[in-house]
């Protein structure tokens, strides 16, 4: 990396996979203290770094050929000496160039090589570990053991947003998934594992969502009243930050939302369908991943796999319902 000037680091698109290469980005970070680090992202980004305090400034991608320029030129005039690329398409790997950054690092997948002034081959660790090794290895961490768990600067949970516990343990519920029915589990299924809950524990179910997502987050809270508030739609990406931190654990799919909730520092209970939890699991440590068996994991699917859909279904609500309360019954143990 030269010295002198700032870092830009072009991030993903995906809130899931922002959440995944904060741990690298600590790690840059903690090795240079003084930098100026700044993250370009699509817009729909930009709250999730507002919450990471790795960064110093963000900067959003504006759309369209124009705007490719126009995000060069703001680039251009932050005086950046490196560029790390995250995103193995060729336009991520483009503006940093166009932007004149003198050093530029990233993969060179998509014939990209050309565009990069250092290409970097990813290590067996990252090839066959957890997709956080990849953003370790674009940002030559390459002597790093051990990742941290991502960190978020939560605001307070908003009152007018967060479900009234009652002093009850409460439990979080993410039935959306942005990637489609490959990634939903049942709704039915999330409705029996929180009346099984409820059952043994006397708790309360906060359902979070996005807009999109709240007719079948309000079926799940109108079955399980009196016990359940629909906030689907109506949080921002802080507000639902920190209400997933306010939850004592969290049923969800393998989705941005289940990253969310980790990096918040609660315990989620992931399900998961063909996607493999070795290469794309929730980070830091008290999370559990249930899947079907048996099982040919895969990094990618399509949005409506049938195959994924019915992996999904063969989860029965009780084996959730189970590691949810072996959850809570840790959490409530004396130390």
């Not at 690329?85 to 004149?100: E, I, K, M, Q």
């Not at 739609?233 to 989705?255: E, F, K, M, P, W």
Request: hydrophobic residues 45%.
């Amino acid at each position: 990396m030269s010295g002198g000037g700032g870092i830009l680091i072009v991030g993903v698109n995906w809130l899931g996979d922002g959440c995944m290469t904060m741990p690298a980005l600590q790690v840059l970070r903690a090795r240079h203290p003084h930098a100026r680090i700044t993250i370009l992202v699509k817009p729909p980004l930009a709250a999730l770094w507002h919450l990471h305090p790795a960064v110093d400034a963000i900067l959003t991608l504006k759309p369209g050929n124009i705007g490719l320029w126009q995000t060069a030129a703001a680039i251009r005039a932050g005086k950046f000496d490196t560029a790390y690329t995250f995103p193995n398409s060729w336009r991520s790997a483009l503006v940093p160039l166009l932007a004149g950054i003198p050093e530029r690092i990233g993969t060179g997948g998509h014939s990209r090589g050309i565009l990069l002034t250092h290409r970097v081959r990813l290590s067996p660790r990252a090839r066959a570990g957890h997709q956080q090794w990849e953003y370790a290895d674009i940002l030559q961490l390459g002597d790093v053991a051990s990742l941290p768990a991502p960190v978020l600067r939560l605001p307070p949970a908003d009152p007018v947003w967060a479900p009234v516990s009652g002093g009850l343990p409460m439990v979080g519920l993410i039935p959306g998934a942005a990637r489609g029915s490959s990634k939903q589990w049942p709704e039915a299924h999330f409705i029996a594992a929180a009346q099984r809950i409820r059952e043994s524990h006397a708790c309360r179910f906060a359902i979070f969502g996005t807009a999109a997502e709240a007719p079948v987050c309000n079926r799940i809270a109108a079955a399980l009243q009196p016990d359940a508030e629909a906030l689907a739609g109506r949080t921002t990406l802080a507000q639902l930050a920190a209400g997933l931190a306010a939850c004592d654990s969290v049923i969800c799919n393998d989705s941005g939302g289940m990253h969310l909730a980790a990096a918040a520092g609660t315990p989620v209970v992931a399900i998961y369908g063909l996607t493999d939890p070795a290469k794309t699991g929730p980070l830091g440590s008290g999370h559990q991943c249930i899947q079907a068996e048996p099982q040919n994991a895969s990094r990618d699917i399509a949005r409506h796999d049938p195959l994924a859909t019915e992996a999904l279904r063969r989860i029965s609500p009780g084996q959730v319902a189970e590691a949810v309360l072996q959850s809570l019954t840790r959490l409530q143990s004396p130390a």
